[in-house]
């Protein structure tokens, strides 16, 4: 199980709308990277990517996506946490 943020934390750390940062690893294939960006896009109905890098461990296997969206509240980061926590392929999500 994955423990996400509550609601009351996210909101004494952060004055939103905001830029949220999601730190999300997992497997190298299976367009992992492209699946972690359609999610945050679906979930916040964008029509651009949000701003996103990406650093590969050292063999390749995993692929770490920074992804940084504006959200206007704590419940979209949560709703965004509920929707990556599902992809096939995730190792961890921060």
Not at 36 to 44: A, G
Not at 67 to 87: D, F, H, K, N, T
């Amino acid at each position: 199980m994955i423990n996400f943020p509550a609601i009351e934390l996210l909101e004494a750390q952060h004055a939103f709308p905001c830029h949220y940062t999601f730190k999300v690893i997992g497997y190298a294939d299976g367009n992992f990277t492209a699946r972690v960006v359609s999610c945050v896009r679906e979930e916040l109905q964008m029509s651009m990517d949000p701003p996103f890098s990406l650093r590969n461990s050292e063999h390749g296997r995993h692929v770490a996506v920074t992804i940084e969206p504006m959200c206007e509240s704590s419940q979209q980061v949560l709703a965004i946490y509920g929707r990556l926590s599902g992809l096939d392929g995730l190792v961890m999500l921060l």
